[in-house]
């Protein structure tokens, strides 16, 4: 394997690892912006209402980051397995700065989901793409604290999103612009940063044969997904759950689901390989991921509105009091990745699903008037749970499976887990509702809750008389009694979801009993393994990665490339 003409040899032995550190940053800032703008818009949606219209549509702000994010998610991971990792990564930052920009700029409702949908898809293709450079540059045994920081990085992100968004909407109004549209701004120099660092420390690499995109494949995913995600967000506000559009999209998914199988299973060259899942530790990781999801992120979803509704703190306080679960997580994350290679994954993640068990199964007792200390404090164990488990999967599946599929792989696990937490809020919501139907009744008699309903605010509708308990002239106008039943009905509610949630995670517990526990492999391991033959026109890993002498990326077995000392020298000749 040879250097590129005009590249300039490395001076420092240290070079190498100084590269990696960089590049390791970009990525972070990257995933960091991605996860920060699928939450940070909710608390400034009310000043873009009132600045720009639109309150009929204003969900699908949310929506259409979502659905765009989720259905690049696999495709990502192929193309990084095809084409190099820095390219799609590049292309994700760029994607996602100019989503960012054009938010910034809209005038209308329609035009702001359209941008966040540009947003979407940027911010789809950078956290599968960081984990997968992640293994691309790492041996298995150094994964985990590495893979627990990006992990760490996105559950921060994803708690602060909504403090950080109430901030800049009362504090930053600039030259004039409206304060929510600085929240779409400041991604701009982060994002230019996060390009500078990606784009001097990725290597290039040379072009090369590749069998031609299932694009088939793509097709029949991207309309399931669709289909699913849209019965999530229509069922049950839209749409009746027992509509014909929701039955209709349901069985579309499924069908789709079929049809993708079928198609894979013949693909030359198969969007999501079949031959992950004859990895035993790949299958039970995916289905273990997926649960998690649910039981996890899902549960977690109902937190914030736990906190300012039951508890009774304000909207911004409530993200701050989230903070202390996100500093249990990253602590977690960061000292299961550090104990990994001695401890093996299996160990954390039985730890990592049995206190989740318990934490859900704690929080489920919280009652109606719980100190905010303790309501904290249990919070802050469920994360020590997730920091075990967010990034314990992965590792495993990393290891299991071959190097060339590492992109797919990832990224097939990034988007169960994506899917999993969808599904669970769509389904906790359900049993939510079904039990604010009945508690409701139960805590204040029929004729407050017709007295209730009576308010325009909640639009006749049962499931939205918690909502009142956010509405400042409601609390102070109505009597304690009142007040009180709506606290004991949707804390007994939520407490239903909480018990669900640590149901789902004991059968991922259960699975993960079946996880199978093998060493981690060192950098020779990784490098002289069986897996390491790449099969016949695929992505191979240059030996020199790990190292510490040689590039960071995936690199064609015959190219030549350009290592990553840092920026390439003046009139350099690598290649696009």
Same mark, same amino acid.
């Given at each position: 394997?040879?250097?590129?003409?005009?590249?300039?040899?490395?001076?420092?032995?240290?070079?190498?690892?100084?590269?990696?550190?960089?590049?390791?940053?970009?990525?972070?800032?990257?995933?960091?912006?991605?996860?920060?703008?699928?939450?940070?818009? @909710?608390?400034?949606?009310?000043?873009?209402?009132?600045?720009?219209?639109?309150?009929?549509?204003?969900?699908?702000?949310?929506?259409?980051?979502?659905?765009?994010?989720?259905?690049?998610?696999?495709?990502?991971?192929?193309?990084?397995?095809?084409?190099?990792?820095?390219?799609?990564?590049?292309?994700?930052?760029?994607?996602?700065?100019?989503?960012?920009?054009?938010?910034?700029?809209?005038?209308?409702?329609?035009?702001?989901?359209?941008?966040?949908?540009?947003?979407?898809?940027?911010?789809?293709?950078?956290?599968?793409?960081?984990?997968?450079?992640?293994?691309?540059?790492?041996?298995?045994?150094?994964?985990?604290?590495?893979?627990?920081?990006?992990?760490?990085?996105?559950?921060?992100?994803?708690?602060?999103?909504?403090?950080?968004?109430?901030?800049?909407?009362?504090?930053?109004?600039?030259?004039?612009?409206?304060?929510?549209?600085?929240?779409?701004?400041?991604?701009?120099?982060?994002?230019?940063?996060?390009?500078?660092?990606?784009?001097?420390?990725?290597?290039?690499?040379?072009?090369?044969?590749?069998?031609?995109?299932?694009?088939?494949?793509?097709?029949?995913?991207?309309? *399931?997904?669709?289909?699913?995600?849209?019965?999530?967000?229509?069922?049950?506000?839209?749409?009746?759950?027992?509509?014909?559009?929701?039955?209709?999209?349901?069985?579309?998914?499924?069908? *789709?689901?079929?049809?993708?199988?079928?198609?894979?299973?013949?693909?030359?060259?198969?969007?999501?390989?079949?031959?992950?899942?004859?990895?035993?530790?790949?299958?039970?990781?995916?289905?273990?991921?997926?649960?998690? @999801?649910?039981?996890?992120?899902?549960?977690?979803?109902?937190?914030?509105?736990?906190?300012?509704?039951?508890?009774?703190?304000?909207?911004?306080?409530?993200?701050?009091?989230?903070?202390?679960?996100?500093?249990?997580?990253?602590?977690?994350?960061?000292?299961?990745?550090?104990?990994?290679?001695?401890?093996?994954?299996?160990?954390?993640?039985?730890?990592?699903?049995?206190?989740?068990?318990?934490?859900?199964?704690?929080?489920?007792?919280?009652?109606?008037?719980?100190?905010?200390?303790?309501?904290?404090?249990?919070?802050?164990?469920? @994360?020590?749970?997730?920091?075990?488990?967010?990034?314990?999967?992965?590792?495993?599946?990393?290891?299991?499976?071959?190097?060339?599929?590492?992109?797919?792989?990832?990224?097939?696990?990034?988007?169960?887990?994506?899917?999993?937490?969808?599904?669970?809020?769509?389904?906790?919501?359900?049993?939510?509702?079904?039990?604010?139907?009945?508690?409701?009744?139960?805590?204040?008699?029929?004729?407050?809750?017709?007295?209730?309903?009576?308010?325009?605010?909640?639009?006749?509708?049962?499931?939205?008389?918690?909502?009142?308990?956010?509405?400042?002239?409601?609390?102070?106008?109505?009597?304690?009694?009142?007040?009180?039943?709506?606290?004991?009905?949707?804390?007994?509610?939520?407490?239903?979801?909480?018990?669900?949630?640590?149901?789902?995670?004991?059968?991922?517990?259960?699975?993960?009993?079946?996880?199978?526990?093998?060493?981690?492999?060192?950098?020779?391991?990784?490098?002289?393994?069986?897996?390491?033959?790449?099969?016949?026109?695929?992505?191979?890993?240059?030996?020199?990665?790990?190292?510490?002498?040689?590039?960071?990326?995936?690199?064609?077995?015959?190219?030549?490339?350009?290592?990553?000392?840092?920026?390439?020298?003046?009139?350099? @000749?690598?290649?696009?």
């Amino acid at each position: 394997m040879s250097v590129s003409e005009g590249e300039a040899p490395a001076t420092k032995a240290s070079d190498p690892s100084r590269a990696r550190n960089l590049l390791l940053g970009g990525l972070l800032l990257g995933v960091l912006l991605a996860a920060l703008d699928s939450t940070v818009v @909710g608390t400034s949606l009310p000043k873009v209402v009132a600045d720009i219209g639109g309150f009929q549509h204003f969900a699908w702000v949310f929506s259409a980051y979502m659905l765009a994010s989720t259905l690049v998610i696999p495709l990502a991971g192929k193309l990084s397995d095809l084409y190099g990792r820095r390219p799609v990564y590049l292309a994700g930052l760029i994607i996602f700065i100019a989503g960012s920009a054009l938010c910034g700029m809209v005038s209308s409702m329609m035009g702001l989901i359209l941008m966040r949908a540009v947003q979407g898809i940027g911010g789809g293709m950078l956290f599968p793409i960081a984990m997968a450079t992640v293994a691309d540059i790492y041996a298995p045994g150094e994964r985990g604290r590495i893979q627990g920081t990006i992990g760490a990085v996105f559950g921060f992100a994803s708690v602060v999103g909504p403090f950080m968004g109430g901030w800049i909407v009362d504090n930053v109004s600039v030259l004039g612009i409206a304060s929510w549209r600085w929240i779409f701004y400041v991604n701009l120099p982060v994002g230019l940063a996060a390009i500078m660092m990606v784009s001097a420390y990725f290597p290039r690499i040379a072009k090369q044969r590749t069998p031609p995109m299932d694009l088939m494949g793509s097709a029949v995913m991207s309309l *399931s997904l669709v289909s699913l995600l849209l019965v999530t967000i229509w069922g049950g506000d839209t749409y009746a759950w027992a509509s014909p559009q929701i039955i209709g999209l349901a069985a579309t998914s499924i069908v *789709s689901v079929i049809a993708f199988v079928y198609i894979e299973l013949r693909a030359r060259d198969p969007l999501v390989p079949p031959v992950l899942f004859k990895e035993p530790i790949f299958t039970v990781s995916a289905i273990a991921v997926f649960l998690a @999801g649910i039981s996890m992120f899902g549960v977690i979803s109902f937190m914030p509105t736990y906190m300012q509704g039951v508890v009774g703190i304000s909207a911004t306080y409530s993200g701050a009091a989230l903070l202390p679960m996100t500093v249990a997580m990253v602590f977690s994350s960061f000292i299961s990745g550090v104990l990994l290679n001695r401890f093996g994954y299996k160990s954390f993640a039985l730890a990592g699903t049995a206190i989740t068990i318990a934490g859900l199964l704690m929080l489920s007792r919280l009652g109606s008037a719980p100190s905010i200390n303790l309501a904290v404090a249990e919070m802050a164990f469920l @994360g020590v749970g997730l920091g075990l488990t967010m990034q314990t999967y992965i590792v495993a599946a990393q290891n299991a499976i071959e190097r060339r599929l590492i992109g797919v792989g990832t990224s097939a696990l990034t988007l169960l887990r994506s899917l999993g937490a969808t599904i669970g809020v769509t389904v906790y919501g359900i049993v939510l509702n079904g039990q604010l139907r009945t508690q409701l009744p139960a805590h204040l008699g029929q004729p407050a809750v017709d007295q209730l309903l009576a308010n325009p605010f909640i639009g006749n509708n049962v499931e939205n008389i918690p909502s009142l308990l956010l509405q400042g002239p409601f609390l102070r106008s109505s009597p304690p009694f009142i007040v009180d039943g709506i606290k004991a009905a949707f804390s007994d509610a939520l407490s239903v979801v909480f018990v669900m949630g640590a149901a789902i995670a004991t059968v991922a517990f259960v699975v993960t009993l079946f996880l199978k526990s093998r060493p981690l492999k060192s950098k020779e391991e990784y490098l002289n393994g069986t897996s390491a033959k790449p099969a016949d026109g695929a992505v191979a890993l240059a030996p020199s990665v790990l190292t510490g002498d040689g590039p960071l990326d995936q690199v064609p077995a015959d190219a030549s490339v350009v290592a990553a000392k840092g920026p390439p020298a003046p009139g350099g @000749g690598s290649p696009p």
